[in-house]
């Protein structure tokens, strides 16, 4: 059993170069002027969903139900959990195991790694590392074959909650925001040397955000004005200073700390670089389920098992026959799954997730 094994990506394994970054379409959102009525309903949100989770280190997983049936798990199986957070959905998969099933779980958190050391279950193993080396890491273990894999991407709220982390503009606190504290650049590094244009082609692509080159500016007047950006709050407030209009009920600085945390965490890259892998990893009749919190990382999803997905969609005047193109590994199971709005009303961090699952062919 591996316990707590430490692979943790780094900026020269993952590389991002500048030019990498993909252009991504702003959505037509309607803005208006910030009043003080919307600064209220703001606040009164953001109270609702602090009080959700007193305890900092809980975490109400998402989709739990609709995500572990999707596995359709078989008692003697072997599941992968990509994203253990705090074991939600890995209870569950126990749960349905039987005695000779298995599950590795993996997360990229040491304080997730250590939270499971309170699952004692022999058929339950973790690992340290991120999920982009969840094929190498199996094949150290001697599993090259899986029945189901599960991702639920983005942060916990543990990681949200606790101050120190540095992902909320709800407390201010040392700008990190990286998921593994062992490793990699903080937010604050690389605001510490990055250039306008680079940091406005962040926020705008990874933001989705229309005030980037604005926020850029200011972020890098404050720093060439001696003050570099070294905290959420100093962050949340410049941010604000450059954002003339925002959104109704969302914080001005939403937008540019999404950027940055998928930035600094490459979450893009992993994800891209991760569903091949599970193509490989999954034996036939293997399913994969993938839960996605915002549309750039649904949007890889869906493509990834488009592409590898039927290929009847073809025109009719199409000069090849579907039946001579390679034939599909993966057949799409059902429509993308939403919470219901009873699970948005007890967990309003659960109103993004969309839920997509595959299921491996037989073709090789
Ligand atoms: C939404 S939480 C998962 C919650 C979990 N399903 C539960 O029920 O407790 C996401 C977790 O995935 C981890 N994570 C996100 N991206 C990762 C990556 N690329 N590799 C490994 N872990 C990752 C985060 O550290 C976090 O703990």
Redesign the pocket.
Known sequence: MIKGVNSA?TKASLPLKETSLKEVSLKKASPKKASAQDALILEKQQIAVSELSTNPNS?I??L?DE?VQALTIKADGVYV??????????RKILEQLGANGRLIA????L??VESSKEMTDPRFSMVH?????MQAKLAEMGVLKVDGI???????S??IDEASRGFSFRYDAPLDMR??QSSGQTAADFLATVTEQYLGEVIKNYGEERFAKQIARAVITERNDGRAITTTGQLAKVVAGAVTRFEPGQNPATRTFQALRIYV???LE??SL?MPQCLALLAPKGRLAV?S?HSLEDRIVKQFIRDQANRDDLPANFPVRAADLPQPKLVNIGKAIKPSAKEIKLNPRSRSAVLRVAERTNIA
């Open positions: 990506p975490h997983t998402v739990l995500a959990d990509g994203t253990f957070g705090r074991g939600g959905h890995s993996f997360d990229r958190d304080k997730a590392s991120h999920f982009a080396g599960l991702l639920d991407l983005g942060i916990s543990p990681q998921m593994d965490n490459q979450e992993e994800l991760t839960i919190f």
